[in-house]
Antibody, heavy 120, light 107 residues
């Protein structure tokens, strides 16, 4: 069974930093692109970014709203995905989901999400 | 960026009804579209991908159609567990984008 478990969410002040992790199991993590998607309270889904697999040199893509502030990385030896968030803004408040991207680039599997609150 | 516009945004419906949700793309995306279902407090679930392919385990009352710029998700006979919010998503180009969502509520 595919499992994605996010951790690291919490309360942070504007301008601060926070790191999220996602532990993956039940599938061959290294074979998949991995994404982060967020959802502000009561709002819709927003794609945050992607890290490709080793065969694609672990290259990344980001939404314009987070580019230059957020960094996505992975450690295939630990089956883990990471999201480092810097210079946080109140509008970054959201539930952050870890997503395993299927071979056809659709979002097959989602974690349960972790809440990040940016507030003073 | 490719914008996806869903209609309606909200629908009050009854068990047994046939429901159709439309998703329009701001530019052509061939068949690079998926539909997700999300229930309150839960992660989204993939229902349909490549515009019309049913994800494994999803009931056959769900179907998708369309290509280019106009797509539809149809639920042939609404069941109590189908009352949720539905999102379309395009994966044709970066950034990946989602529609604003369509919320189905019990009439």
């Amino acid at each position: 069974e595919v499992q994605l478990v996010e951790s690291g969410g919490g309360l942070v002040q504007p301008g601060g930093s926070l790191g999220l992790s996602c532990a993956a199991s039940g599938f061959t993590f290294s074979d998949h692109y991995m994404d982060w998607v967020r959802q502000a309270p009561g709002k819709g889904l927003e794609w945050v970014g992607r890290v490709r697999k080793k065969a694609n040199s672990y290259t990344t893509e980001y939404a314009a709203s987070v580019k230059g502030r957020f960094t996505i990385s992975r450690d295939d030896s630990k089956n883990s995905l990471y999201l480092q968030m810097n210079s946080l803004k109140t509008e970054d408040t959201a539930v952050y989901y870890c997503v395993a991207v299927g071979l056809s680039y659709y979002f097959d599997s989602w974690g349960q999400g972790t809440l990040v609150t940016v507030s003073s | 960026d490719i914008q996806l516009t869903q209609s309606p945004s909200f629908l009050s419906t009854s068990v047994g009804d046939r429901v159709t949700i439309t998703c329009r793309a701001s530019q052509g995306i061939s068949s690079s579209l998926a539909w997700y279902q999300q229930k309150p407090g839960k992660a989204p679930k993939l229902l349909i991908y490549a515009a019309s392919t049913l994800q494994s385990g999803v009931p056959s009352r769900f179907s998708g159609s369309g290509s280019g710029t106009e797509f539809t998700l149809t639920i042939s006979s609404l069941q109590p567990e189908d009352f949720a919010t539905y999102y379309c998503q395009q994966v044709k180009s970066y950034p990946v984008t989602f529609g604003q969502g369509t919320r189905l509520e019990i009439k």
